[in-house]
């Protein structure tokens, strides 16, 4: 896949396609296959069939990297991310991940109810950081301060990436 990875940034695209979709043959379940092969059909303009890819990696194996390709991908349809997650968080309810690509995209999508129920749920138990942030988001909103909350989202991206470096160290 880093091979792969290095040929996509090299604008070597069919190359880097090929070196995926060989990576997902050998484990369907590569999160990092699934991703690359969602940017690379991202990048050739095939936005949907980027999408399929990072959705089939999510429910193969849920994780925030591929859940942040999707929220992006749906931006302008944040319905539609929901729905596509409420899938996920059926057959994942107690995983924390998963919650929080769901309260996330119930944020985006308005739906303060849900985003407030699936907080209170068992999956948000532990303190987590996304949890943390989606809940002062929520409180803000719910207070009437969209543009704080708004500001909140961008914190918490900001700390997801924090995370991510240093789950990979």
């Known amino acids: 896949v880093m091979v792969g990875r290095d040929k996509l940034t090299a604008n070597r695209v069919d190359d880097a396609m090929h ?16 991703l690359s092969l969602g940017d690379a059909l991202d990048a050739q303009g095939k936005k949907e069939k980027a999408a399929d890819q990072w ?19 749906y931006a302008d349809a944040p319905l539609k991310l929901v729905a596509i997650l409420e899938d996920h968080h059926k057959k994942n ?10 309260i996330a995209a119930c944020l985006d999508a308005k739906m303060w109810g849900r985003a407030r129920e699936l907080l209170n749920s068992g999956a948000c138990k532990a303190p987590i950081p996304d949890h943390l942030l989606l809940s002062a988001k929520l409180e803000l909103v719910e207070n009437g301060s969209e543009a704080q909350a708004d500001s909140v989202k961008r914190t918490a991206s900001v700390l997801a990436s924090i995370q991510k470096l240093l789950d990979h160290r």
Request: net charge positive; glycine share 4%.
């Open 55 to 73: 959705r089939t990696g999510a429910e193969k194996k849920p994780t925030p990297a591929l859940y942040h390709r999707l929220a992006r991908h």
């Open 19 to 34: 070196l995926f979709k060989q990576a997902l043959k050998s484990d369907p379940a590569c999160e990092q296959a699934h």
């Open 93 to 102: 309810p107690d995983d924390p991940g998963v919650t929080a690509a769901m």
